[in-house]
């Protein structure tokens, strides 16, 4: 019997040792959907790990899961401001501003906090904003 049709096997490559699907299947000398059926077949689950993406608005984001069917997200733009504070609690209500102006230019050099009117005003000069953060 092939060492992926054992489920106590594939558990333990799977989960226990961290191996991909593509990693045991190339072991195995069959496809990653091979593995994936016989995941499938045994339910060995794994939780996904922090994953970065794009935002349908183009905002860079780190997403992670929080329970089953659940997940957190926190915008790159974001989660580099926390570096900049000396407590989580200084962003509270505060927005992240670009300063070259390029909102895909995630350095830190390149953000700063600042309070919604101030961004508001970089922006716009008129106190409106349509800025997204």
């Given at each position: 019997?092939?060492?992926?049709?054992?489920?106590?096997?594939?558990?333990?490559?799977?989960?226990?040792?961290?191996?991909?699907?593509?990693?045991?299947?190339?072991?195995?000398?069959?496809?990653?959907?091979?593995?994936?059926?016989?995941?499938?077949?045994?339910?060995i689950e794994k939780t996904n790990?922090?994953?970065?993406?794009?935002?349908?608005?183009?905002?860079?984001?780190?997403?992670?899961?929080?329970?089953?069917?659940?997940?957190?997200?926190?915008?790159?733009?974001?989660?580099?401001?926390?570096?900049?504070?000396?407590?989580?609690?200084?962003?509270e209500g505060k927005h992240v501003?670009?300063?070259?102006?390029?909102?895909?230019?995630?350095?830190?050099?390149?953000?700063?906090?600042?309070?919604?009117?101030?961004?508001?005003?970089?922006?716009?000069?008129?106190?409106?904003?349509?800025?997204?953060v």
């Open positions: 019997m092939p060492k992926y049709k054992d489920e106590q096997w594939l558990r333990e490559q799977y989960l226990e040792n961290d191996r991909t699907q593509e990693d045991i299947a190339s072991e195995c000398g069959v496809s990653h959907m091979t593995i994936q059926y016989w995941r499938d077949k045994f339910d790990p922090a994953q970065f993406g794009i935002q349908t608005d183009g905002y860079e984001q780190w997403k992670c899961e929080a329970g089953p069917g659940e997940a957190d997200t926190v915008l790159v733009h974001r989660l580099l401001a926390t570096l900049q504070v000396d407590e989580l609690s200084e962003l501003h670009h300063k070259n102006g390029r909102w895909r230019h995630n350095t830190l050099e390149n953000i700063e906090v600042v309070t919604p009117a101030e961004h508001s005003k970089i922006h716009t000069g008129d106190g409106v904003s349509d800025v997204v």
